[in-house]
């Protein structure tokens, strides 16, 4: 059975932002302060560094409702054990990872455009990353920008919910509720961030009072 899962307050951990403290770290307190999902994405580390970290993780966040989810890599994923696996377009066919991961793991897809959201089986993926909103630092080969109106045209479009993504911030927010989104994806609002318990406890106050 699938575990259930929010995404009002997702983070995606970035390695060299959370080099001060360390990705477990960050993640912990994170999620004390109201984070919902995790998501582990290091595009550098290899395999064995992503199990030997998502193990690290899944320990961390045990016994806290939130929810880890592996970026892109499936072997990964199924060797912590983790919630989910969140791949791109270009990453490997939707209906491979479904295999891969089986039936009780969520499945995660970033979109980019209204078509994309609309192709998009609701029996093989779980959630959407619709965007990127906005340009951001922390993922050098995103799409274009497609600002809020892009956001609720994917939003719209896509028969399964969405997390906005792509260089937000807390004063963007109440615009990606607006738009139909269930939450949002942050990096740097929390990774690197002298506290990041006090950060995401800011972004959560935030997204309730969106979601309200």
Do not use: W
């Not at 983070?11 to 932002?17: K, S």
């Not at 959370?18 to 550098?44: H, P, S």
């Not at 093989?124 to 920008?145: E, M, N, S």
Request: charged share 20%; with cysteine.
């Amino acid at each position: 059975m699938k575990p259930s899962f929010d995404l009002s307050l997702y983070l995606v951990l970035d390695p060299g932002l959370c080099a001060g403290i360390g990705m477990v770290e960050t993640a912990r307190r994170a999620v004390a302060g109201g984070a919902t999902m995790v998501q582990l994405r290091d595009k550098t580390g290899g395999t064995a560094a992503m199990i030997e970290t998502g193990r690290a993780l899944k320990r961390a966040l045990a016994g806290s409702g939130a929810r880890l989810i592996v970026n892109d890599d499936v072997e990964a994923a199924v060797a912590i054990g983790a919630d989910g696996l969140h791949i791109g377009q270009g990453d490997m066919p939707v209906a491979e990872a479904r295999a891969r991961i089986g039936e009780a793991m969520l499945l995660g897809l970033s979109v980019e455009s209204p078509a994309l959201a609309a192709a998009v089986d609701p029996h093989l993926v779980d959630y959407i990353g619709a965007g990127p909103v906005f340009a951001t630092p922390t993922k050098q080969d995103h799409k274009r920008p497609v600002g809020f109106d892009g956001l609720a045209a994917q939003v719209a479009a896509s028969p399964v919910p969405a997390v906005a993504i792509g260089g937000l911030k807390r004063q963007h927010i109440a615009q990606a509720f607006a738009a139909g989104a269930q939450g949002i994806a942050v990096v740097s609002a929390i990774c690197g961030q002298p506290d990041p318990e006090k950060a995401a406890r800011r972004l959560r106050c935030a997204t309730d009072g969106a979601r309200n």
